[in-house]
């Protein structure tokens, strides 16, 4: 079972930005450098939004997909030495502000629309951008 914890959230002015990270412990092996990850937000009354996921199985060049709200402001990364998976937020806008959550699976595609399926999510950390 993957434990995911993510850190870094707070409250940011529009323009600026933040790092977030999702921690990953209990995987063996592996297992981490064969998780596809993701992250995915959500705010109050909306639905939730797949922003970024990446997947490299050891590769040192690894895929990438961003949603096209984030595409060009957000960075994911990955670094399978440390099991950390992070998300480079700039550029934030108000409309970015929301719970963000990381996900990972170790089946299944490795897409935006796969993050609401996979098997492992964090309980999130809070962003707020304020205008």
């Known amino acids: 079972q993957v434990q995911l914890v993510e850190s870094g959230g707070g409250s940011v002015q529009a323009g600026g930005s933040l790092k977030l990270s999702c921690s990953a412990s209990?995987?063996?092996?592996?297992?981490?450098?064969?998780?596809?990850m993701g992250w995915f937000r959500q705010a109050p009354g909306k639905e939730r939004e797949g922003l970024a996921v990446?997947?490299?199985?050891?590769?040192?060049?690894?895929?990438?997909s961003y949603a096209n709200s984030v595409r060009g402001r957000f960075t994911i990364s990955k670094d399978n030495d440390k099991n950390i998976l992070s998300l480079q937020m700039s550029s934030l806008k108000s409309e970015d502000t929301a719970m963000y959550y990381c996900?990972?699976?170790?089946?299944?595609?490795?897409?935006?629309?796969?993050?609401?399926?996979?098997?492992?999510r964090g309980q999130g950390t809070q962003v707020a951008v304020s205008s």
């Open positions: 996900a990972a699976a170790l089946r299944g595609g490795c897409t935006i629309a796969s993050l609401g399926t996979m098997s492992y």
């Open positions: 209990d995987t063996s092996g592996d297992t981490f450098t064969r998780l596809c």
């Open positions: 990446i997947y490299s199985d050891g590769s040192p060049f690894p895929s990438r």
